[in-house]
C-alpha cells in the first residue's frame, strides 16, 4: 500500500519552485501588538520588519501588501513604507500588475500606483492577466472571503477587459482556477453544463468542455477526470491543457490512484511555507512535498494538521503518529506514536500508548519514553509522572523544585499587551498596567482592543462603535447595534432585555463583573439547536 502510494505520489509532482526566503523579506505577518496591531517578520529569522502599526494585515505579492489603517486599505511597500493611501474598504493581493479592490460593496481594479482601471462595479473583479478580469455583475454584496484571489469556484462568472468591455459575458456557470502564472487560462463551465473546459482570456476555449471534474496546475500538471462508458476516468493535462499522462481507471484499493469524487479537489495547496514546503489535498488526504514538487514523504496523511513553517507538526497515518520537521521530512519513519502532544517551545509529548516521552525539534528524545504520564511544561519545566510520583524535570532528566505559579491578572481583567479593563463608579475604561488611561472610564460596557479598535456602548447612539488607540470614536469600521466579547457557533446569548442593544450591553457587564470576580458564573450562551 505504501510503496503504491509513493509512486503516486512521485507522479504527482505537484508544487510550484517557490522562492526562498531572504533576510530582508518581510514574508509573515502577526497581528500581536499592542491594541492588537499588525507587525510584518521574516519567516527564517523571525526578526521584525515592519513594526505593529497596521489594524490587519495581507500578505505580500509583487512587493506590495494590503494593511489597513484608520478602518481603511492601503499598500506598503517591504519597507512598510505606504505606496498606496488607504481608502479601500477591502484589498486583495496583486496579481499581474492588478488588484481588486473594494469600496462600499463593489469591488473594482487598481494598478500598482492606485489608480482605477476598472471602477468599482461588480461584485467581485479579479485579475486572470494583465488586462482581463474574471468578473461577477450582481446585485449581492461582495463576499470578503478570498477576496482579491480566484477561488476554487465561481458562479456567474464572466471575463471582462480592462478598457471597458466584455470579453465573454457572464455565460460560464462556474469557473475554477487553472494556474496563476498568467497565461490567461481557466477552467469553465457553459451555463446548462457541469462539464469543465479550459476557456482563454479572449474567450475563446482552448480545450472544450468534457471534463466533470477538474484541479490546478502545479509543476506543470492539473488532474482532470470523467466518465466514458460510466467507467470513472482520471489523467492529467499540461499546462496547454493537453493530456499528458492518458485517461484511465485508478483503483483506490490498491494504492494506485485517487478517488474519482475528490478529484476536483485533488491537488488543491492547502499550506505552503516560505522554504517551498507545501501540503497538498490528494483523495482527502495530504502529501507533503518539497519546493521542487517531490514527495518528502511516502504516505499520504490523515487531514489532521496543516504546516505551522516554524516547528514540527503533526501527522497520523491511520491513526499513528509522527512530525514533519520543518524541511519536510518524516522525524520518524515510519509514523510511531498512538497520541502526542505538539511541539511548543521547541519540545513535544509523545507516547506509544503506555508510557510518554519528549522529544525536541530534530527527533531526539530528551525525556525518554519512560514517563507514566506528562502533564505539561512550566518555566522551562516538564511536569511528569515517574513511578507514581509527580515531578519536575529539566530538558536533561535532572529534578528541580516546582517553578512558582505565575500570578494571575489583578482582577482578572487584562486584555494583554500591557493594557487591562478598568472600571470607575460601574463605568468602563481601558489602562496601561502603570495606570495611564487609554480610554477613561465612561462606557457602560467596553471590550478589549483587536484589530487596533476597541468597541464601546454609546448610549446617546443607542451603538456600539469603534474607538481608536487614542481614545477617540473611529468613523471605521461603522458602529452596531450588538456587539459580544465573545461569541459562540450555533449559539445564541442569554437574553437579558428586548430591545437588542440595551441586552448587549447587559450580556457584556455581565461578562465584565464575572471577569472582576463580582460574579459567581459567566453569562451564558444558548444553543440554537443547530448543528
Not at 310 to 331: A, E, Q, Y
Not at 375 to 386: A, K, N, P, S, T
Request: charged fraction near 25%.
Amino acid at each position: 500500500m505504501r510503496a503504491g502510494l509513493a509512486s503516486v505520489g512521485i507522479l504527482l509532482g505537484l508544487a510550484l519552485l517557490a522562492a526562498r526566503a531572504t533576510a530582508a523579506e518581510p514574508n509573515t505577518w502577526r497581528c500581536d501588538g499592542k491594541f492588537g496591531l499588525c507587525r510584518y517578520l521574516n519567516w527564517k529569522t523571525n526578526q521584525e520588519i515592519i513594526p505593529p502599526r497596521f489594524e490587519r494585515g495581507m500578505p505580500f505579492s509583487e512587493g506590495l501588501a494590503a494593511v489597513s489603517v484608520g478602518g481603511r486599505f492601503g499598500y506598503v511597500d517591504e519597507r512598510g513604507e505606504i505606496v498606496i493611501e488607504p481608502k479601500f474598504d477591502l484589498a486583495g493581493e496583486f496579481l499581474h500588475g492588478l488588484a481588486e479592490v473594494l469600496v462600499g460593496d463593489k469591488a473594482g481594479i487598481i494598478d500598482r500606483k492606485g489608480a482605477f482601471v476598472i471602477p468599482p462595479m461588480f461584485r467581485r473583479a479579479i485579475p486572470l492577466t494583465g488586462d482581463v478580469v474574471v468578473a461577477i455583475e450582481d446585485s449581492k454584496r461582495s463576499g470578503y472571503l478570498d477576496f482579491g484571489r480566484i477561488p476554487y469556484d465561481l458562479t456567474n462568472a464572466g471575463l471582462y477587459h480592462i478598457s471597458g468591455y466584455w470579453v465573454r459575458k457572464p455565460e460560464p456557470r462556474w469557473i475554477s482556477l487553472f494556474d496563476k502564472a498568467g497565461r490567461g487560462l481557466i477552467w469553465a463551465t457553459e451555463r446548462d453544463s457541469r462539464l469543465y473546459g479550459l476557456l482563454a482570456s479572449n474567450g475563446e476555449w482552448v480545450v472544450e468542455p468534457q471534463y466533470e471534474s477538474v484541479g490546478q496546475l502545479y509543476d506543470e500538471r492539473a488532474l482532470v477526470g470523467k466518465r466514458v462508458d460510466k467507467v470513472k476516468l482520471s489523467g492529467w493535462v499540461d499546462s496547454t491543457g493537453q493530456i499528458v499522462v492518458p485517461l484511465q481507471p485508478l483503483d483506490v484499493s490498491n494504492g494506485q490512484g485517487q478517488d474519482y469524487r475528490a478529484s476536483n479537489d485533488n491537488g488543491r495547496v492547502l499550506d505552503t511555507c516560505p522554504n517551498g514546503v507545501r501540503a497538498i489535498l490528494i483523495d482527502r488526504k495530504v502529501q507533503i512535498v518539497d519546493a521542487g514538487g517531490q514527495p518528502t514523504t511516502p504516505y499520504l496523511f490523515d487531514p489532521t494538521g496543516r504546516p505551522t513553517c516554524i516547528d514540527p507538526f503533526p501527522v497520523s497515518l491511520d491513526g499513528i503518529w509522527s512530525f514533519i520537521g520543518v524541511d519536510g521530512h518524516l522525524l520518524f519513519d515510519p509514523p510511531a506514536f498512538k497520541d502526542q502532544l505538539g511541539f511548543k517551545d521547541g519540545y513535544a509529548a509523545v507516547s506509544d500508548g503506555q508510557k510518554w516521552g519528549v522529544i525536541d525539534t530534530s527527533g531526539r528524545f530528551v525525556l525518554p519514553m519512560t514517563l507514566e504520564r506528562y502533564i505539561g511544561r512550566r518555566d522551562g519545566l516538564f511536569q511528569v509522572v515517574i513511578a507514581g510520583r509527580e515531578v519536575w524535570l529539566t530538558a536533561t532528566g535532572e529534578e528541580r523544585p516546582e517553578p512558582p505559579v505565575a500570578h494571575a491578572a489583578r482582577n482578572g481583567l487584562e486584555c494583554g499587551h500591557g493594557l487591562e479593563l478598568v472600571e470607575r463608579d460601574g463605568l468602563w475604561g481601558i489602562a496601561d498596567n502603570d495606570g495611564t488611561p487609554t480610554i477613561p472610564p465612561r462606557y457602560r460596557a467596553l471590550d478589549c482592543f483587536r484589530d487596533g479598535v476597541a468597541w464601546a456602548a454609546i448610549d446617546s447612539r443607542h451603538q456600539w462603535c469603534a474607538l481608536g488607540p487614542d481614545g477617540l470614536l473611529r468613523d471605521r469600521p461603522a458602529c452596531k447595534t450588538q456587539h459580544y466579547p465573545i461569541t459562540w457557533t450555533h449559539s445564541v446569548p442569554e437574553r437579558f432585555d428586548q430591545d437588542l442593544f440595551e441586552d448587549s450591553v447587559l450580556w457584556s457587564r455581565a461578562y465584565l463583573e464575572y471577569r472582576a470576580g463580582r460574579r459567581a458564573s459567566a453569562p451564558r450562551w444558548v444553543s440554537d439547536g443547530m448543528r
